[in-house]
């Protein structure tokens, strides 16, 4: 596939446009080609699986040891950080684990429905772990259900951890919509409910991460 030309930028793409994270990156955060869809994306894991994918990468061969693997065997990403949450598990500490993720995903194949959904959606997925035709595969759940959309990789050489975003789920009362700000030996970071977004309630903003990678 070569650079650009067989690789359709998501802008152009049936469904819902470049990734949030994208279209919302921060100046802080390094320069992206959209021309091959490089992008940030988020991934959920454990402060000790954070820790390991930034050392050693992905292994596909966890794929769905600790989630769904709803599309398929991979490795998911998502442009909400409410979505990686709902894949996060606490570490001993009751710590959090998001990595910040840059993500080269060529072409796309695009679906809507789950691999037990449809067999359409079961032979794409297959086709684009192959790696002949695909790179990425998007599971564009907010086109059908209105929920969230997932990248999934099946090389682990096309997804970089650059950052590793440490939390903690807080409880609404008490809060009010307020930053509550958290220290620790990775970086400060900051958390909050927001109860005009109550679809997203855990909502982070990173303020001085020292764990680049």
């Not at 596939?1 to 990734?19: A, N, Q, T, V």
């Not at 691999?115 to 035709?133: F, H, N, P």
């Not at 209105?146 to 951890?161: D, G, M």
């Not at 958390?191 to 990173?206: G, H, T």
Request: proline share 3%.
């Amino acid at each position: 596939r070569g650079y650009g030309i067989d690789c359709i930028p998501l802008l152009f793409m049936e469904g819902s446009g470049s990734p949030k994270t994208t279209s919302e990156k921060s100046e802080v955060l390094s320069h992206l080609d959209e021309l091959n869809n490089e992008h940030y994306l988020f991934h959920g894991t454990s402060p000790e699986a954070a820790a390991s994918i930034s050392e050693q990468g992905f292994r596909l061969d966890l794929a769905g040891a600790f989630a769904g693997t709803a599309f398929g065997p991979g490795s998911y990403l998502a442009e909400s950080s409410t979505k990686s949450d709902e894949y996060a598990r606490a570490g001993t500490d009751g710590m959090y684990a998001i990595l910040v993720c840059r993500a080269v995903c060529g072409k796309f194949a695009r679906t809507e429905d789950f691999v037990w959904e449809s067999d359409e959606a079961k032979a794409l997925a297959e086709e684009v772990a192959e790696g002949e035709k695909y790179d990425f595969l998007l599971g564009d759940r907010e086109a059908k259900s209105h929920t969230y959309r997932e990248f999934i990789a099946y090389s682990s050489s096309a997804i970089y951890p650059e950052y590793i975003l440490g939390y903690k789920h807080v409880t609404h009362a008490g809060i009010d919509g307020h930053w509550i700000n958290h220290k620790h030996d990775k970086g400060e970071f900051s958390v909050k409910w927001d109860p005009n977004r109550p679809d997203e309630s855990y909502a982070v903003e990173i303020t001085n991460c020292g764990a680049q990678l």
